[in-house]
């Protein structure tokens, strides 16, 4: 598809799709604030609530010269945390105090939401292929928003823990419905781009994260600090809620297969029959490398303040992170979306697995390079690294919507996301235990560029195993609706 052609698709839709685009956008952008909230406020909380791990911490108030030469880092590695605390090293510079990080941090991050969010979406999303999805999603806008603005007067961790839980089932609804909907607003020539752009949500939401985590904690308003970060992340969501109610309107499903016979009710049936494309082995391959590059991004995002706080206490993160993802991730995203869309018209399915290879095996040295160099230089690294890196989010989520018919699609979305967020959201977890046994960055390392490759790995042995099948199924088909029509006809064959 030439520009020519992508400009007159776009007026063929009309301006309404764009609007509920936009919407639904706002949406996913509250949804990953709150969720990314915990990340860039831990530190805070945990010296609240007084949580988690301790360590030594610098002391910014005190000048570079006054400092000298007293590492943190280094009485952190030399010195048991009972000796540290015992006799004070270095009180005026360095503070034994929480540090927002360990294991009930992770837990926080991780097992706590994620559990709760996956499973929760399956019977969420069947009820969406059953009933209206926009009031479905405008209902969990509203809770876990309600849920969000509880965070900011907790006293305890274990409130902290069952909000965490709350947020979760709340948010589980949001992709599956909003993607749906997109599906059925956008024809499959712009239904990639359109994707992408929904996804600016997670960079946009996870930039504004830092903002109130850095600037709205600075300014302690009202000697609230970090509660406000919860307080101003759920009042839009009220709002947002109340838009959709009144203005979106529930499109019809486009894409259905009159031959899946699947109940009206909500029934094991219906949740097999969305279970059943996914034993595709393309599809499936694909799933699982895109879990493993998940896994990164879950990381480094619940681990990026934690690490610069430890490094380069110093560095406000706030003046860097409020706008490299938002700008370089979301147009990376966008990016993939539409050069995957321009080269599927031509070379098929295998066009779209081409961007996921590249994109994570180009973006990985960057990633690397974020975590040795010193700032600014660190956060340079991170515009390409977003740009390049994040085109894989909205390929890989549009193969399983092109893929899978309409009365079906809102239950496959969150299968998908039950199984790239359980493996992907748990990866935190060794977080800790690799700090342990040697150090933060390490740990990250392995974790984070890493499994960029790991993943490229996977999506290269997805393209084989769809070279293979289209080889073995039908020789010489190459076009984008013949490998759709392929894959929708091995799901049916599964089914029954």
Known sequence: MNIKQSILEFRKV????????????????????DRYAIGVTSIYIAQDMHWGDKGCLLNTSYSEAQVGNISCEIINKTLTAHQMESIHLGEHVCMYNYNGQGVLFELLAGPAFIVVYT???????????????????????????????????????????LLRFAVGIGEAGCTPFATSIIADYFPSSLRAAAIGIYNWGIYTGYSLSFTLGDYVVKANILNQGWRWVYWFAAIPGFVIAIVIFATVREPPKTNRDASL????????????AAIAPFKNYTLLCLVIAGSIRNAAGYVWAYNTKPFFNQYYPRVLVADYLTWIPLVAGSLGSLLGGVISDRLVTSYGL??????????????????????????????????PNNL??????????????EIVPGNIRTSAIAIYLFI????????PLLVPPLTAISNLRTALIVLFPMLYLVSSGLFLVAYFVHKLTTTNQESGSTT??????????DSKCIIF
């Open 480 to 489: 984008a609706n013949n490998d759709t029509q392929r894959l929708i006809t």
């Open 388 to 401: 390049i890196g994040e085109m894989w989010i909205g390929v890989t989520l549009t193969v399983v919507v």
């Open 420 to 427: 790239i967020t359980n493996i992907g959201g748990l990866m």
């Open 350 to 383: 295998k066009a779209r697995i081409w961007v996921l290879i590249a994109s994570q095996v180009c973006s990985a040295p960057f990633a690397l390079m974020a975590l040795l160099l010193p700032p600014p230089a660190a956060f340079i690294m991170l515009i």
């Open 261 to 272: 016979n699947t109940p009206k009710g909500f029934s094991w049936i219906r949740i097999k």
């Open 119 to 161: 499973f929760a979406g399956i019977p969420l999303a069947a009820t969406g292929d059953m009933t209206n999805r926009r009031n479905l999603l405008a209902g969990c806008l509203l809770f876990w928003s309600t849920m969000t603005f509880i965070t900011g007067f907790t006293q305890k961790y274990w409130q902290l823990l």
């Open 14 to 33: 009309g301006w309404y799709p764009f609007y509920v685009l936009i919407i639904l956008l706002l949406a996913y952008l509250l949804n990953q604030l």
